[in-house]
């Protein structure tokens, strides 16, 4: 579950894994890399969902997708940064 602690490790960092890598490896603990690309990977859909014509089927797989794996605020947070 992505949680509002594990987004602001990713935002932190501006989303750049390299960088918390070598800055602060203890935060792996924290939130994983496979997290860190979930996270890349909804930032990405949700700014292709925003902004400008998707099909429906992508938006039903995307919000079901934030329902699964995000905490409310997160994907209140997500959908408000796009």
Avoid at 13 to 40: C, H, K, Q, V
Avoid at 43 to 61: D, E, H, K, Y
Wanted: proline share 4%; net charge negative.
């Amino acid at each position: 579950m992505l949680t509002t602690e594990k987004l602001d490790i990713y935002r932190r960092f501006n989303g750049d894994l390299d960088d918390r890598t070598r800055r602060a490896p203890d935060t792996r603990a924290l939130i994983s890399d496979e997290e860190w690309a979930a996270l890349d990977e909804l930032r990405m859909q949700i700014r292709v969902a925003l902004g400008g014509p998707c099909s429906a089927s992508f938006r039903t797989a995307l919000d079901a997708r934030l329902a699964a794996c995000c905490a409310p605020e997160v994907r209140a947070a997500l959908l408000g940064e796009a």
